[in-house]
């Protein structure tokens, strides 16, 4: 069955510097995709980056980078120059038509 | 259109009662999912859509529970006789499927979810 890993409740960091949230999946697809989102309080899933599992290349969107390891198959988020704003809740997901997600990460970005 | 939309935004209703929630998409997307994510956990998927079609349910989604989309347009998720532990946040998400290549997932756009409580 289709499991999403985030072993971290919460993770903090300075403001400016980087920070990286992992995730491990558990798939038994050949093909699949993987994702990350944040939730603020309103509630709102916001889509922040995508990963193919055919990529060779780590996807990266601004900030946000994936990087991915097969073999290991983990998918860690990695916020360079973190923000106040980046404080709030982020979820890895795997999928598919039945997306699953991980049970979440709190970031809080000291200043 | 600026993206997912979901009414009502809450919804506090007793134990007993049927509550119906609306979702409508992005204009453009053929797929609509439904989740539901309680405190302190991911979103668990519910059900999805590919036009009108309802496509895949997942066990969670109890014979008290009816998902619709008639047009293939908006959604609705009825929920008959709540009982208090379908207090939750329900969210919706809709996607453009991509019809070529292997299938790797669709980016979803999620709305901003209806949180119902049963007292």
């Known amino acids: 069955a289709q499991k999403i890993t985030q072993t971290q409740p919460g993770m903090f960091v300075q403001e400016k510097e980087a920070v990286t949230l992992d995730c491990t999946y558990d798939?038994?697809?050949?093909?699949?995709?993987l994702f990350w989102y944040k939730q603020p309080s309103s509630g709102e899933m916001i889509f922040l980056i995508y990963q193919g599992s055919y990529d060779e290349q780590n996807a990266t969107e601004g900030r946000y980078s994936l990087n991915f390891q097969k073999a290991r198959k983990s998918a860690n988020l990695v916020i360079s120059a973190s923000q106040l704003g980046d404080s709030t809740m982020y979820f890895c997901?795997?999928?598919?038509?039945?997306?699953?997600f991980g049970a979440g990460t709190r970031l809080f970005v000291k200043a | 259109d600026t993206g997912v939309s979901q009414n009502p935004r809450h919804k506090i209703t007793k134990r007993g009662q049927n509550v119906t929630f609306r979702c409508d998409p992005i204009?453009?997307?053929?797929?609509l999912y439904w989740y539901r994510q309680t405190l302190g956990q991911g979103p668990e998927f519910l059900t999805y859509f590919q036009n009108e079609a309802q496509l895949e349910k997942s066990r969670l989604l109890s014979d008290r529970f009816s998902a619709e989309r008639p047009k293939g347009s908006f959604s609705t998720l009825e929920i008959q006789r709540t009982e208090q532990g379908d207090s939750a946040m329900y969210l919706c998400?809709?996607?453009?499927?991509?019809?070529?290549?292997?299938?790797?997932?669709?980016?979803?756009?999620f709305g901003p979810g209806t949180r119902l409580t049963v007292l």
């Open positions: 204009s453009e997307h053929n797929r």
């Open positions: 798939t038994s697809d050949q093909s699949y995709g």
């Open positions: 998400a809709s996607s453009l499927a991509d019809r070529t290549g292997i299938y790797l997932g669709d980016t979803q756009y």
């Open positions: 997901a795997e999928g598919g038509f039945k997306t699953i």
